[in-house]
């Protein structure tokens, strides 16, 4: 990078992760994302499978899609930071005890993309918890699931094995919920591990 280029890049105003537009320095998204991410609320529910309780601190849409695409697609790890610090604010307390395990990524897709979303806001959330993080998972075979449809994911869960002895308590990571078929795959590997409850966390589910 020449000077010219470093110069640039210090005065250029920073941009919003979820619209684009113009932000202030020191923010991530814009004060309207901001205030549409706020008006988003937060969804508990008791399964899926083998999963004691899933939260989500917002669906699917709008702001909150934007920014799972952001960190997904566009690797903006502070938004991993924002997406943490929503979920540590809104999640109910009695939900957050346990050793935080992200949903492990499918090996074609971590060397692609050379980092792995699910891990990144697992361990910016453990730090804002004060929390013991533990990759205690893996994935077996492609488990490639971008391009299948829904139902293909469901008749097809990802084969998911525990790396060793798993948390008693878990609080298992992802950035979206979608079927659910991910999750389950692994509260089954957590629980043959050693797990005795599994508590999902994730940024946005799908409806
Ligand atoms: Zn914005």
Not at 10 to 27: I, K, M, N, Q, Y
């Amino acid at each position: 990078m020449g000077p010219l280029q470093a110069v640039s890049l210090l005065v250029a105003p920073p941009l919003c992760a979820a619209c684009g537009r113009t932000c202030r320095a020191e923010a991530v998204i814009c004060t309207r994302c901001s205030r549409s991410l706020a008006a988003e609320r937060p969804l508990l529910t008791g399964g899926p499978q083998g999963i004691d309780s899933a939260w989500s601190s917002a669906s699917h849409e709008g702001v909150a899609r934007s920014l799972v695409g952001a960190l997904k697609f566009r690797r903006l790890l502070p938004v991993a930071e924002l997406m943490s610090d929503r979920i540590h604010w809104l999640a109910p307390g009695h939900l957050l005890g346990g050793t935080v395990v992200p949903v492990p990524p499918a090996p074609p897709r971590l060397r692609s993309r050379g980092f792995d979303p699910a891990g990144e806001l697992a361990a910016a959330l453990a730090s804002r918890l004060g929390a013991d993080l533990s990759p205690c998972l893996a994935r077996r075979g492609l488990g490639h699931q971008v391009g299948h449809g829904r139902a293909d994911r469901i008749a097809r869960p990802p084969q998911i094995e525990p790396t060793g002895e798993a948390p008693r308590s878990v609080l298992l990571v992802d950035d979206v919920l979608t079927t659910g078929a991910t999750l389950t795959s692994c509260a089954m590997a957590l629980r043959s591990a050693g797990a005795k409850r599994v508590v999902a966390l994730t940024f946005t589910r799908r409806l």
